[in-house]
């Protein structure tokens, strides 16, 4: 995988190279600019931990979220219960915002490997994978980050029952039909409509597994209309 150093983001920026004769070609594709080169990763899911520090150190973790990807953009996160990977993901993260000293939140994505973890971004900020928490979570990833760097306390990052994000890429389905699925939350950017481009997305919340399956089920539905 050849990627940009700089502006890389929802799978711009980067290459994927089968042989070692598609270097120069793709290196001019992305504009002959500093990059980064890559192996595979044979991983077996995608995990992400949204973390958040205060000012005096304290420091909190919502759940991991499984994360789906299509075409390097995230479509769907799902909140875990009891995620047997969580204390390892916390410990990761704990330690880089200690020696960051960081205040706020900073979001780590994941590689499940070999039934660990492997770091594969790192972003200094609120994140799409964290957006489930503004109906899902006791305090929001957004109000924690604020609380964060006010020098407020922190709130809890308890979920409060099933939770999902489903991202809406290039267009919004009809606003009418999305609302109409049960505990379902829409989030409308305001963007002008453009293929790739984040322009909204829906949070669902149950409180059951199996219900909120459903209710994704849905929205997926109208996604793909």
Not at 20 to 27: E, I, K, L, S, Y
């Amino acid at each position: 995988m050849l990627k940009t150093r700089t502006l890389g983001y929802d799978g711009k920026g980067q290459k994927v190279l089968r042989s070692a004769a598609d270097v120069v070609d793709t290196f001019a594709e992305l504009g002959s600019v500093p990059c980064l080169l890559e192996g595979f990763v044979p991983f077996t899911g995608e995990v992400s931990l949204i973390a958040v520090r205060a000012r005096d150190g304290e420091t909190r973790f919502y759940p991991l979220v499984h994360n789906t990807h299509d075409s390097g953009i995230l479509r769907l996160s799902i909140a875990s219960t009891d995620h047997p990977l969580q204390a390892l993901a916390e410990d990761y993260a704990g330690r880089v915002l200690k020696q960051l000293d960081y205040v706020g939140v900073l979001a780590f994505e994941f590689f499940e490997v070999d039934g660990g973890l492997k770091a594969n971004e790192i972003a200094p900020r609120v994140h799409n994978s964290g957006h489930w928490t503004t109906e899902g979570a006791e305090c929001s990833q957004f109000e924690n980050h604020l609380r964060a760097v006010a020098g407020l306390p922190l709130g809890s990052t308890a979920k409060v029952g099933e939770s999902a994000m489903l991202n809406f890429i290039g267009e919004v389905p009809a606003v009418d039909k999305v609302v109409a699925v049960e505990d379902c939350h829409l989030h409308h950017y305001g963007k002008a409509f453009k293929a790739g481009r984040k322009v909204g997305h829906a949070t669902v919340r149950s409180s059951d597994r199996a219900t909120l399956d459903r209710q994704v089920k849905l929205v997926e539905a109208l996604i793909k209309g």
